[in-house]
């Protein structure tokens, strides 16, 4: 099983800058494909970014394309979100999520404790 810890939140001024980092710890290796979501206050949780393992391959969502930008460092273990021009609407509870181990072909649904964003106008 995959522990993810979040960390970077805080508050920014809207059009500013933070970078997020989920740190995965697996038991027998840390070979994921991952993501992160946010959940604003009184909405869903939505998809913001995936990357895969090999970082070979990203997605964003439309509101975020062009703004955030989704990286990996796999020595570190580590997932990364940069969120720049960041807007009010940008406010939410930021979670990381593994959702496939590339080892064994095992969907996974794995999920941090999340990072509050907020930015304020």
């Known amino acids: 099983q995959v522990q993810l810890i979040e960390s970077g939140g805080g508050v920014v001024q809207s059009g500013g800058s933070l970078r997020l980092s989920c740190k995965a710890s697996?038991?027998?290796?840390?070979?994921?494909?991952m993501g992160w979501y946010r959940q604003a206050p009184g909405k869903e949780r939505e998809f913001v970014a995936h990357?895969?393992?090999?970082?070979?391959?990203?997605d964003y969502s439309d509101s975020v394309r062009g703004r955030f930008t989704i990286s990996r460092d796999n020595d570190k273990r580590t997932v990364y979100l940069q969120m720049d021009k960041l807007k009010p609407e940008d406010t939410a509870m930021y979670y990381c999520?593994?959702?496939?181990?590339?080892?064994?072909?095992?969907?996974?649904?794995?999920w941090g404790q999340g990072t509050l964003v907020t930015v304020s106008s």
């Open positions: 999520n593994a959702d496939l181990d590339v080892v064994s072909g095992r969907a996974l649904d794995a």
């Open positions: 697996g038991r027998t290796h840390n070979n994921y494909d």
């Open positions: 990357i895969t393992w090999t970082g070979g391959s990203t």
